[in-house]
């Protein structure tokens, strides 16, 4: 495998990039492997990779139905940012902070983790009162939360609409410096890649179809490249997660399956250095480096399986676009797209052993997996290769349910597409 480097980009300059070596191998499944893991996403690849470094399990095959990237991971609007109110979330989603802030050297494959932080915009004293709790509890927890006046956002965010008469006034915003972007597909590439040199086989195009079991245990799965047999059946399937367990006969699970929408408007020169998010609605913005404007808002609203969403929630979106930034509004929009998201009961992802024996679980991301990729695959490797919780994701099993002691960070209650 080569090393990615200044002296390897020279090197294949001088022969026409002709010589660069495939990323990650295209094995064939083999019939058993320690560790199955379900979805070649970023939190499935990401697990098989700290399985492999962390604990030395090598012998792991990651499963995919389609090509990598093809799930949420490359779907993504790519915020990372840990600007939570309670302490567990904040501390879980800072440990994936910190793993980010060192990624691209640790893979060898430049994920472009940018800090351009994250301003969540206030519109009213009542909300600037919630978000400047908010900066405190982070604060308390070692975190990074800043006030910011409206003078301040004025000058760090000239296109804001700041006016007096503006339908939702400014009065200030909370911002996440060391918050910020990463390149999504580039987040699965180079786990894949660093899996694949560890000897983890990634098998695209095969789709789990069923589950092999012994009396109550799950000891395989039944694709459409064959059976594979492991001692461990590791599922991060996101949106998928209900089907997926519908096969392995569990037909009630506390997660729902939601379509969310992204979009990207024709480059434009820089105009926000930093990621925004209005808080009149639901909308965060930030500009790619080729200079579109990434952004999305909320959940369409119903349950769906389809990777596509509907023109009501488009237009919802335009105009919190408009309300926020109105010099876009004559901006041409690009392109958009869907992706399923697996919404919990209270908005937390649920990182467990079983719930069956034999089976492991990833799975209630809602808006917010892309940025816990890496401390997602870190804890459940861990979870995986010892049978207990990590204790970054010992607050996040499924027993919190069974407690009551659920993680609800917006206080909506169990109606999982409000969170
Ligand atoms: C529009 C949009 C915007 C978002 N914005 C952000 C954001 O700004 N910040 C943030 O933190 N999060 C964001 N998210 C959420 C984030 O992308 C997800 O929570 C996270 O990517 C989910 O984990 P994953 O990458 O492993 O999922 P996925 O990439 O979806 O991986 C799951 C994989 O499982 C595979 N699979 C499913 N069924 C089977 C089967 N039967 N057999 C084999 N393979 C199967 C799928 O093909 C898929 O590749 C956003 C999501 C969307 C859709």
Redo the contacts with the bound molecule.
């Keep these: 495998m080569v090393e990615y480097s200044a002296l390897a980009l020279l090197k294949n300059a001088f022969t026409g990039n002709r010589d660069w070596k495939q990323a990650w191998r295209k094995p064939e499944p083999k019939p058993a492997y320690d560790v199955v893991v ?9 697990t098989a990779y700290y399985l492999a470094k962390e604990h030395g399990i090598t012998n792991v095959a990651v ?4 090509w ?14 840990s600007n939570y109110l309670l302490p567990d979330s904040i501390r879980f989603y800072d440990f994936s902070v910190r793993l980010w802030e060192n990624l691209s050297h640790e893979l060898n494959y430049n994920v472009m983790f940018s800090q351009r932080g994250v301003l969540n915009l206030a519109h009213s004293p009542g909300q600037a009162d919630e978000y400047i709790r908010r900066g405190n509890a982070m604060r308390h927890e070692g975190g990074d939360g800043v006030w910011l006046s409206r003078d301040e956002i004025a000058r760090k965010v000239p296109g804001v609409d700041l006016s007096p008469n503006a339908r939702f006034p400014v009065v200030g915003g909370l911002l996440q410096p060391r918050a910020g ?1 990463a390149r ?1 597909d580039a987040v ?1 590439w180079g786990y894949a890649r660093a899996a694949d040199r560890h000897g983890v086989d990634i098998v695209e195009n ?4 069923g589950f092999l079991r012994e009396g109550d245990i799950i000891t395989g799965v039944t ?1 459409t490249r064959g059976e594979i047999r492991a001692k461990k059946i590791a599922l ?5 997660t209900s ?2 367990l519908q ?1 392995a006969g569990i037909d009630r699970f506390p997660i729902e399956s939601h ?4 979009f990207v408007s024709e480059s434009i020169k820089p105009l926000v250095n930093c990621v925004v998010t209005f808080g009149g609605g639901h909308l ?1 913005m930030s500009q790619s480096d080729k200079g579109g404007l990434v952004f ?1 808002g909320d959940l369409d609203g119903y349950n769906s399986y389809a990777q596509r969403g509907n023109l009501p929630l488009v237009e919802e979106v335009m105009s919190e676009m408009t309300a926020m930034f109105p010099a876009v509004a004559r901006l041409r929009l690009l392109r958009s ?6 919404m919990s009961m209270d908005g937390s992802p649920i990182i467990t052993k079983g719930p069956l024996p034999g089976m492991y679980l ?1 799975s209630g ?9 890496p401390a ?1 695959g870190f804890s459940f490797a861990w979870t995986i290769a010892k049978g207990e919780p990590h204790k970054t994701n010992a607050p996040f099993t499924l027993s919190r349910f069974e407690r009551g002691n659920v993680i609800d960070e917006k206080g909506q209650g169990p109606t999982p597409k409000l969170h």
Aim: hydrophobic share 35%; proline share 0%.
């Design positions: 379900i979805g070649g996403g970023g939190h499935g690849l990401a499963i995919e139905k389609g990598l990237g093809s799930g949420n991971i490359g779907r993504n609007t790519t915020i990372v940012r972007t999504h699965a095969c789709e789990v179809t694709t991060a399937v996101a949106g998928n089907r997926l096969m379509v969310l929408q992204a965060y999305g797209w869907g992706g399923v998201m697996d990833n991301w809602c808006y917010g997996g892309f940025k816990a990729t997602s």
